[in-house]
């Protein structure tokens, strides 16, 4: 199967099945959904979503949270990880919002990430499920399955290049839902210690599948 092939059979597979996947992550407006994904690096969405509702019911914009402090905003957060610097981060970003965005969230990779604790990724993610741009968010679940499908080659070593083969290969009006498929098989089938291969419905394009059970 050429790489092509792979990619086409990708897209077909994913667009019938899960045709408008969305993020996991509960949020109700793009502020929310900016603090969510600030919070879930190297945390689940699971843990996220048991700590949101209390935080957005009591700092529902960057106004009330640009006028708190460390104290006050911790204990909303004190169970994901790294609580410390992501309380930081929080007060940080929303008086940045109010002060030089006019409390909106940022459009471009660019200005989002000039916010403290949004890196690449999270920058990926907001464009991509609140403007619907072609950006493509590479985390954990990405990076991995991609790789075992046989998308993007295994000398990719970073992020970043990751993320430009695949936006290289899928088609533009595809690559924001695609971000969500292969984080989604990967949280649920694609396991990282033990992918669920018996179980997959993708085998048929599989590059790991191929090696580790046809080539037997």
Known sequence: MTKKERYEAFVKYFSESYPQPETELQYSNPFELLVAVVLSAQCTDARINK??????????????????????????????SYPNNKTKHLLSLSKRLVEE????????IKELTSLQGVGRKTANVIVSVLYNQPAMAVDTHVFRVSK??????QTAKTPLEV??????????????????WLILH?????????????????????KYYEKNFLNV
């Open 51 to 80: 700590v949101t509702p209390a935080l957005f019911r009591d700092f529902p914009t960057p106004e009330y949270m640009a006028a708190s402090h460390f104290d006050e905003l911790f204990p909303y957060i004190r169970s994901v």
């Open 148 to 153: 075992r499908l046989g998308l993007v080659t």
């Open 186 to 206: 990967g949280r649920y089938t694609c396991l990282a210690r033990k992918p669920q291969c018996e179980k997959c419905e993708i085998t048929h394009f599989c």
């Open 163 to 180: 993320e430009k083969q695949l936006v290289k290969h899928i088609p533009e009006e595809y690559i924001s839902r695609a971000h969500h």
């Open 101 to 108: 965005f006019n409390s909106e969230i940022p459009t471009t």
